[in-house]
């Protein structure tokens, strides 16, 4: 059997309103800093690891903390990062702690950092 439709369907375009676009772009512009090759030393766990790492400086120190927990395999929380005997405060960018190219930044645990 073959079934027939008679019905021809016809859709009548719809009227486009226009829509509002919010920006997605950060209120605060990304500064950049320069590059620098910087090795991170954790002391968390057995035996002492390093990782080299290439880092703009101009980064907030939260958004470089989070790349290195995952180059170790720690969660954010469990550790701070620390250069020059200073604990990084997380919101500043790195450029406010003097990282120089080839230097080391220590991954202390959190229950120890002060």
Do not use: C, W
């Amino acid at each position: 059997m073959s079934e027939e439709f008679d019905e021809e369907l016809e859709e009548e375009p719809e009227e486009k309103t226009p829509v509002d676009v919010t920006s997605k772009t950060p209120a605060e512009p990304v500064t950049t800093g320069e590059k620098v090759n910087v090795y991170f030393m954790s002391t968390i766990g057995p035996g002492e690891k390093k990782q080299k790492l290439l880092v703009d400086t101009g980064y907030r120190v939260g958004d470089i903390k989070e790349t290195v927990s995952n180059l170790f395999g720690l969660t954010p929380t469990d550790f701070h990062l620390s250069h020059g005997g200073v604990t990084l405060d997380e919101q500043s960018p790195m450029t406010e702690y003097n990282v120089n190219d080839g230097d080391t930044v220590l991954l202390i645990p959190a229950s120890t950092a002060g």
